[in-house]
Structure formats: C-alpha cells, structure tokens
C-alpha cells in the first residue's frame, strides 16, 4: 500500500491507518 493513500485517509477521515 502507498504511504501517501494510507496518509490521505489519516487526514481526511481519520481512520489512524499505519502501513
């Protein structure tokens, strides 16, 4: 998984996700 998409999510949702 990209680092990008993973802290895309972090920011817009939120969801915490840690590749």
Do not use: D, L
Request: hydrophobic share 55%; aromatic share 22%.
């Amino acid at each position: 998984m990209a680092n990008g998409i993973v802290k895309w999510f972090s920011e817009k949702k939120g969801f915490g996700f840690i590749a």
